[in-house]
């Protein structure tokens, strides 16, 4: 699909005449809201170069020092606009979408392309396939029959996470906790941190609800004990950050906001699958009244306390999180709708205080990220635009059909045996006689083309 430049558009008056200031947005009125979402999600697109001549499909521009964003947060952006397609109705995106994460499948259909080995953690490849049970999740277009399916590339990620190579193996107290990375040529393959099992567990829950196997939610049950167990969820649910091997103690007690809504999420579908066992409603509680307290302390806006009053120390990663905070409470929502007048309120008055943000850039609605701050901060940025996106479709998700399963209408095909037995660094192929031949070549016509240089700087 291709897309116009916002500034030919509005020469050709074809955009609404609110484009050229401030995001104005009545939050009482769904049309309103909708119309403001789809100017916030055309404003995160102007930051991909993906469908465009000489970028590569999928991701932002990056990593860092080449761009401000890691491989992770392309499969991010892509979650976001499939939550806002499905809630919103719009349809626009969709070739991009599919086009995108297709290609960053991998050669093993998992999520895994070779480029990305020196960073890739288990989180980031989770990311992915939030992406790829989302498309299921959401009645997606499937792709072609001869492509990996949406429902078995979340699959491969959640079968590939399992095995004992991706963890802790050693009869420790971090036993059977899922490393940081995916390599342990990585740094951070000793550190046993709450989002990338948050993720696992979010992903079993998930995938027990839309496939009806209870394989996956006991693994998901298995991970939050885990994760209790060592700590890492406080007695008060505050969510902490990690720990080091050996013994998993010394906790880094820094919170984020997406680990603490990816872990209430879960506990949502697991409420949900079990027919609102009164365990999970508990956990659920729990977590809701931790995230009010940490992470909206501030007159109900959402805040990163870990990173934040401004200027903050937030780097790109962490100013994405709270969008993803509001979208999986709404979906919490969904599964519990108990949560409904709690949190509906809170949930708008973030969403104002975000859009009250949205006054930067040439175009004049532009996202910042210090919500609390009550104007715009100068920032600009995919992840920012992906926050306010976020809690605008937060706003109309839970009026809209929760997620799909394969017997309400799910008809992404799965793979239970999907993705590979054990994970190994990509070996490059050898090098043929014909490489050898080539790089000699091209060595004696770079020494020739220097002699011929030298010899005509050296005319007088």
Request: charged share 15%; with cysteine; hydrophobic share 40%.
């Amino acid at each position: 699909m291709t897309r116009l430049p916002t500034t030919l558009l509005a020469a050709c008056g074809l955009l609404a005449s609110r484009v050229f200031g401030a995001l104005d947005i009545n939050l009482d009125d769904p049309e309103s809201i909708k119309a403001g979402a789809a100017l916030v999600a055309q404003d995160l697109l102007s930051f991909y170069h993906g469908d465009e001549p000489g970028w590569v499909p999928g991701i932002l521009p990056g990593p860092p020092p080449d761009g401000d964003y890691y491989w992770w947060q392309g499969g991010a952006m892509w979650g976001a606009l499939l939550d806002y397609r499905h809630t919103m109705g719009d349809k626009t995106y969709d070739d991009i979408i599919s086009t995108a994460m297709l290609f960053q499948v991998g050669p093993n259909n998992d999520f895994m392309p070779p480029n990305w080995t020196a960073s890739m953690g288990n989180d980031d490849q989770a990311f992915w396939a939030y992406a790829g049970l989302l498309a299921a999740e959401t009645g997606f277009t499937n792709p072609p029959a001869d492509q990996p399916q949406w429902l078995a590339l979340a699959q491969a990620v959640f079968n590939e996470q399992t095995h004992l190579d991706r963890r802790v193996d050693d009869n420790s107290n971090c036993e059977w906790g899922l490393r940081w990375q995916v390599y342990r040529t990585n740094n951070g393959f000793d550190y046993i941190n709450t989002v990338a099992n948050a993720c696992y567990f979010n992903m079993g829950a998930r995938l027990a609800r839309y496939t009806s196997n209870t394989t996956y939610g006991d693994l998901a049950e298995k991970t939050w004990d885990l994760i209790w167990r060592l700590g890492y969820i406080s007695k008060e649910y505050d969510v902490y950050d990690g720990a080091h091997l050996p013994d998993c103690t010394g906790i880094n007690k820094a919170q984020f906001s997406y680990n603490a809504a990816m872990l209430m999420q879960g506990c949502a579908y697991m409420y949900n699958l079990t027919n609102g066992n009164a365990t999970w409603k508990g956990r659920i509680d729990g977590m809701s009244e931790g995230i009010q307290r940490v992470f909206f302390a501030q007159n109900d806006v959402a805040f990163e306390p870990s990173c934040e009053p401004p200027p903050g120390s937030c780097n790109s990663d962490m100013q994405s999180y709270r969008g993803f905070m509001h979208r999986w409470i709404a979906n919490s929502i969904q599964m519990a709708p108990y949560l409904y007048d709690e949190w509906m309120p809170i949930l708008k008055k973030s969403a104002a205080a975000g859009v009250k943000q949205c006054t930067g850039g040439a175009n004049g609605r532009m996202c910042g990220f210090h919500w609390t701050s009550g104007q715009y901060d100068g920032l600009t940025g995919a992840g920012l635009q992906m926050n306010v996106l976020g809690a605008l479709t937060a706003l109309i998700m839970p009026s809209v059909p929760p997620p799909l399963t394969n017997t309400t209408g799910g008809t992404s095909k799965g793979d239970p045996n999907a993705g590979q037995d054990k994970t190994e660094l990509p070996t490059p192929p050898p090098i043929t006689t014909g490489d050898k031949a080539g790089a000699s070549i091209l060595t004696i016509l770079i020494i020739t083309g220097a002699l011929s240089a030298f010899a005509w700087m050296s005319l007088d």
